[in-house]
């Protein structure tokens, strides 16, 4: 097992798990966690989400990112300044589409989550554009994700 300094197990699914969490997924999220899609601008569910708490891988359930790192980058997705514990998102060289990008995993699950620019604000001055579908919103307070079973939680 491998784990992430914030205690998360980060040893990928089992193949009978993995086939179990995608089961579990709609369309869009199966075409942009599975096969690298992008969601549409300025249609995600979690773009104008403001509450406190934590943004979970929504195949796996890995926090990935938390409302305090979100920023309005006004480019239709859901943007953060930096990932809730660096190992837990992955960044990819993506030269598809004529043009070099870093695009952005979850590191349990390798589920397709966004791309990561050198355009945010202070203080990390990146811009983590992430997918709606590909995440799944916890509250402070409320349970996070265990759909691997692994009695995770802060």
């Not at 599975?34 to 929504?58: D, I, M, S, V, W």
């Not at 953060?80 to 043009?99: C, Q």
């Not at 590191?107 to 983590?128: E, I, K, M």
């Not at 509250?139 to 802060?154: K, M, Q, S, V």
Request: glycine letters at 10%.
């Amino acid at each position: 097992m491998t784990f992430s300094q914030s205690g998360f197990d980060l040893s990928p699914p089992s193949d009978d798990d993995r086939l179990r969490l995608e089961a579990d997924l709609n369309e869009e999220e199966r075409r942009v966690l599975l096969h690298h899609g992008t969601e549409a601008p300025f249609c995600g569910g979690l773009l104008n989400q403001k509450k406190a708490g934590l943004y979970c891988c929504r195949l796996c359930g890995l926090p990935l990112f938390r409302q305090d790192a979100k920023f309005e980058s006004g480019t239709g997705w859901p943007s953060f300044t930096g990932p809730y514990d660096p190992a837990h998102v992955v960044g990819i060289e993506d030269n598809s589409y004529g043009m070099r990008r870093i695009e952005t995993r979850c590191a349990r699950c390798d589920s397709h989550q966004g791309h990561v620019f050198p355009d945010g604000p202070p203080p990390t001055r990146l811009r983590y554009c992430i997918n709606s579908a590909s995440l799944s919103f916890v509250a402070d307070g409320e349970a996070l994700p265990d759909p691997l079973g692994r009695g995770e939680h802060l």
